[in-house]
């Protein structure tokens, strides 16, 4: 019975070795289209955006509301595609960080509220994105690949 458990064990875990470039693939769509969506929300009602940044008291806000949802959208297309994924998520994070820092931290009492925002989720992914890059299913790799740089993936 134990063999037949060591068996089972390692065969399903070679499959899941193999489909190992699925979850990088599934979690950059789905987080991607996210972003791409909210940011043609916001650049789609641009006024309404900067409405709210004027409550929220961010400098510029006019132009800050813009650099914001375009930054959403074409970083979304561009974590969808697996295209600059390391480099879009620079910006992302900043834009999160933003967040944080000038709009949603007025509502922390403690560590358990800054834990639980979504916007600190959203840094660990983005952070997540820009250590372990994209996944063998994408633009950067499939580029890399033709300069004949080495991937790990």
Known sequence: MRQLIAHTSSRL???????????PLVARLSFGYFWLETGIA?????????????????????FNAAL?????????????????????????????????VLVVSANFQGIDEFV???????????????MAGPGKISLDTLVARWLGIRTHD
């Open 116 to 130: 639980e925002a979504d916007e600190t989720v959203y840094i660990l992914i983005f952070f997540w994105l820009l």
């Open 42 to 62: 916001k650049v789609q009602n641009l006024d309404g955006f900067t409405q709210r940044f004027i409550g929220w008291g961010i400098p510029f806000p006019a």
């Open 68 to 100: 914001s949802a375009w930054t959403e959208l074409v970083g979304g297309a561009l974590i969808m595609l697996g295209l600059f994924t390391r480099l879009i998520s620079i910006p992302m994070i900043i834009n999160m960080v933003v967040a944080i």
């Open 13 to 23: 875990l070679d499959l899941l070795y193999k489909a190992r470039w699925l979850g």
